[in-house]
């Protein structure tokens, strides 16, 4: 089994390295590390609308470079900050996977980092 690593980067606040993977690929299957709506270390702004396009963006931008998109996707995370943000996310979400749904859990939770949403996923696709 070969396991590719799409490499930790300086993508924390401030430019903190991060001591984890922001993908690991194994036999056809990628598991993409929690994103959050972060552009050069930081948060953006704005709340549950701009921070899940972006969250999804991320995740999105690295499954592309890993070589798989969203029809790859079988299972996804979502952890919301706030629970009354769930309609609105749902809204943005089925714009991104509504044409192949994968499997999903949401939940609450504190976050670790001032964010309203983290999204982390698994995809698989057969071995070329």
């Not at 991320?58 to 919301?80: K, S």
Request: proline content about 5%; glycine content about 10%; some cysteine.
């Amino acid at each position: 089994m070969s396991i590719t690593r799409y490499g930790a980067s300086k993508a924390g606040a401030g430019g903190q390295s991060l001591p984890f993977a922001r993908a690991v690929e194994a036999d056809g299957w990628l598991y993409v590390s929690g994103q959050v709506a972060m552009v050069d270390g930081e948060i953006i702004e704005g709340g549950i609308v701009p921070q899940t396009h972006k969250t999804i963006e991320n995740v999105l931008a690295i499954l592309e470079e890993a070589g798989y998109g969203p029809e790859h996707v079988v299972r996804v995370g979502v952890w919301l900050d706030d629970p009354r943000d769930f309609w609105t996310f749902n809204k943005i979400y089925a714009s991104y996977f509504g044409a192949h749904p994968p499997a999903r859990a949401c939940v609450q939770a504190s976050m670790m980092v001032d964010c309203k949403v983290e999204i982390d996923c698994v995809a698989w696709k057969p071995k070329a």
